[in-house]
Nanobody, 122 residues
Framework: VQLVESGGGTVQPGESLKLSCVASESTSKTSCMSWWRQVPGKDRELLTVVNVRGTPYYADSIKGRFTISRDNGGNTAHLQMNSPQAADTAKYYC??????????????????WGQGTQVTVS
């Protein structure tokens, strides 16, 4: 499974940004698609994860500001970033994986990852 992110860049605080991630396939391997971010020296942080038709999970750090969505075909995921702040500066990664007992895990690392896209809020 190949994942390709796009949409990163530099924005001013409060300026919206939308990230996109296209998966090479829409199968059980990509049932769950998620967004993570990482800053140098820190662990990669799960932001949000969603099944094709499920209710998304959001980390407290982005709840109410960022929104995940998937297209009807299921192989594209977007992260709409509203009201970003300097603390949101990081490299953002898209990830995908199968469900576990019908759910998207918020604990297990997905098996498939994109290369990441840098978001700088300054």
């Amino acid at each position: 499974v190949q994942l390709v992110e796009s949409g990163g860049g530099t924005v001013q605080p409060g300026e919206s940004l939308k990230l996109s991630c296209v998966a090479s396939e829409s199968t059980s391997k990509t049932s769950c698609m998620s967004w993570w971010r990482q800053v140098p020296g820190k662990d990669r942080e799960l932001l949000t994860v969603v099944n094709v038709r499920g209710t998304p999970y959001y980390a407290d750090s982005i709840k109410g500001r960022f929104t995940i969505s998937r297209d009807n075909g299921g192989n594209t995921a977007h992260l709409q970033m509203n009201s970003p702040q300097a603390a949101d500066t990081a490299k953002y990664y898209c990830a995908a994986g199968p469900t576990r007992n019908g759910y998207c895990s918020t604990l297990a690392r997905p098996p498939y990852w994109g290369q990441g896209t840098q978001v700088t809020v300054s």
